[in-house]
């Protein structure tokens, strides 16, 4: 005979336990997954470090050089609205597409640079000039200008710097989410995704109102936002006395983590706070600030790396490469904001390097590919054809002075002083031990351009036996030339090697050109 041991009945109090406690555990476990895909999210991203040059700023950042400091990545500025055309993109207001290329060989560098490895992300707006969404009003247009300079770059990284009264126009805020929206969609369908950042300005209390603003218009737009860059600079009143300028970055770092969050999940997207970290970059302005009582100098620096680094920040930028030296002696008001040094005594070290420490991801475009031990190919040098290359094939044989460009192996080289029979990529262990300069590589679809010839008899040849006055103009192995002051028997020789003592100028294509305007004058 079996027996039959009846079931404990649960009392209400008890079933009402079991059942907070069941929820408890059911809770933790969305937590504990939760917190799982946030930091699996978090470390599939990858931090990078990419200074902001300058672009039009004389004389031009060499961000191209592989001996700069500016790492793998830089972030050139700014694209705005040409003043002529509402809709036509410009640098600063000045240079268009080929003019940027003609006065800044900005194409050329840009190759080099990424030839070399690096890469370069594109940034429009700025505090000075128009965005193009504040002036270009047509949406379809404002999608062929942003197009039209991702591709004549060939970039995968945008950056938007709205700030001043580009910020403060909502109309063209909605604007530019929308457009932005459009095209990122549309790099998408063809598989070449758009890595976009929005950087605004910010206080140690987060990010204004507007600059909220300008986030959930992206969001409500769809636009999937690599990230959101704070400029933590120029605090102005709304940073205390007592505090520093690394308190004031952190705490602005914290309050913007804060407001991510919230307008994420106004936009219906649940992001743990780790990947909030990495969708956050920090942009401080190297040395002397805007504001003269603000100077972040390196120990700032220090720490804000440190910091960032803690976190999981995604992204560390800084304004601006060109400003990371020390000033010469003859800068004399430090408290005078400069667009070439900082304003302090780096005693050496850069704030590139500081700051960049630990950050060594891309924007988007690097390489998860495994490397291999195989070996591979040995490349062939480059047959340079005259009938595609910009400038003159170098020849041993040709003389050649300072500004004379030539194309050597698939590459532009620029003459640094007269010189002859020296190869152009020879590779010396020091830039000073030769007379080239490299620019870049020639680019595709290049065709040469038109020699500037001085014709026989436009100037009368040099004679060792004619007294030459100031302003007086010769021919001289296939140069003009003019005299600087009054001579007899001094050869334009030396001034062809570049010698300053010489009696005489070489006059450059555009001197020459606008001799032969002028006629003989």
């Known amino acids: 005979m079996s027996k039959h041991f009846p079931g404990r009945r649960l009392s209400v109090p008890r079933l009402a336990l079991v059942v907070l406690l069941a929820a408890a555990l059911v809770g933790a476990s969305f937590v504990g997954w939760g917190r799982f895909t946030d930091q699996r999210a978090a470390a599939d991203g990858q931090s990078w470090f990419a200074g902001y040059v300058d672009a039009t700023a004389t004389p031009f950042y060499e961000f191209e050089t592989p001996a700069t400091e500016a790492g793998g990545s830089v972030v050139l500025s700014f694209i705005v609205a040409d003043p002529e055309d509402p809709c036509k993109p410009s640098w600063g207001g000045y240079y268009g597409f080929d003019e940027a290329a ?15 490895g690096g890469e370069v992300a594109i940034s429009f707006g700025g505090l000075l000039n128009d965005e193009l969404a504040t002036s270009c009003t047509d949406v379809d247009e404002l999608v062929s200008a942003y197009r039209s300079v991702i591709e004549r770059y060939d970039v995968s990284t945008v950056d938007f710097d709205i700030e001043g009264e580009n910020l403060k126009d909502i109309v063209a805020g909605k604007r530019r989410a929308e457009a932005v929206a459009r095209l990122q969609k549309d790099f998408r369908d063809d598989d070449k995704p758009l890595n976009v950042w929005l950087t605004l300005p910010v206080a140690p209390t987060g990010l204004t109102g507007d600059g909220t603003t300008a986030v ?9 936002l690599a990230g959101v860059n ?23 770092a914290v309050s913007t983590h804060r407001q991510l969050g919230i307008l994420y999940e106004r936009a219906g997207i649940d992001l743990g706070p780790q990947t909030l970290w990495r969708k956050l970059g920090i942009t401080p302005m190297i040395g002397q600030n805007d504001v003269v009582a603000e100077v972040f100098d390196l120990d700032a620096a220090e720490k804000l790396n440190a910091f960032a680094l803690e976190m999981g920040v995604g992204r560390m930028s800084m304004w601006s490469l060109n400003r990371d030296a020390t000033c010469s002696a003859n800068y004399p008001d430090l408290s005078v904001v400069s667009d070439s040094c900082s304003g302090i005594d780096q005693q050496g070290r850069s704030f590139a390097t ?24 040995t490349a062939t040098a480059v047959v340079d054809d005259p009938e595609t290359s910009p400038y003159p094939v170098w020849f041993e044989e040709a003389t050649y002075v300072e500004g004379d460009r030539v194309v050597w192996h698939g590459n532009v080289y620029e003459a640094k002083w007269w010189a002859k029979e020296a190869v152009p990529d020879n590779p010396v262990l020091k830039a000073d031990e030769t007379p080239w300069q490299l620019i870049g590589p020639v680019l595709p679809g290049e065709t040469p351009l038109p020699e500037v010839t001085v014709p026989a008899g436009t100037f009368p040849d040099w004679d060792a036996d004619t007294v030459y006055t100031k302003g007086s103009k010769v021919l001289f192995d296939g140069h003009a030339f003019e005299a600087k002051w009054w001579s007899r028997a001094d050869s334009p020789q030396a001034a ?10 070489m006059l450059d294509d555009e001197d020459v050109l606008q001799q032969l305007e002028d006629g003989k004058d």
């Open 102 to 116: 003609s006065t800044m060989d900005l194409d050329r560098r840009i190759a080099r640079f990424t030839q070399e």
């Open 216 to 224: 959930g218009q992206f969001l409500d737009s769809s636009v999937d």
């Open 230 to 252: 704070i400029m933590t600079m120029d605090y102005g009143a709304s940073r205390a006395e007592s505090m520093s300028m690394f308190e004031a970055s952190k705490q602005a």
């Open 354 to 377: 500081v700051l960049g420490n630990g950050f060594s991801g891309r924007g988007l475009t690097l390489s998860t590919a495994p490397t291999t031990s195989e070996p591979t190919a």
């Open 496 to 505: 062809l090697q570049g010698a300053d003592s010489s009696a005489w100028n």
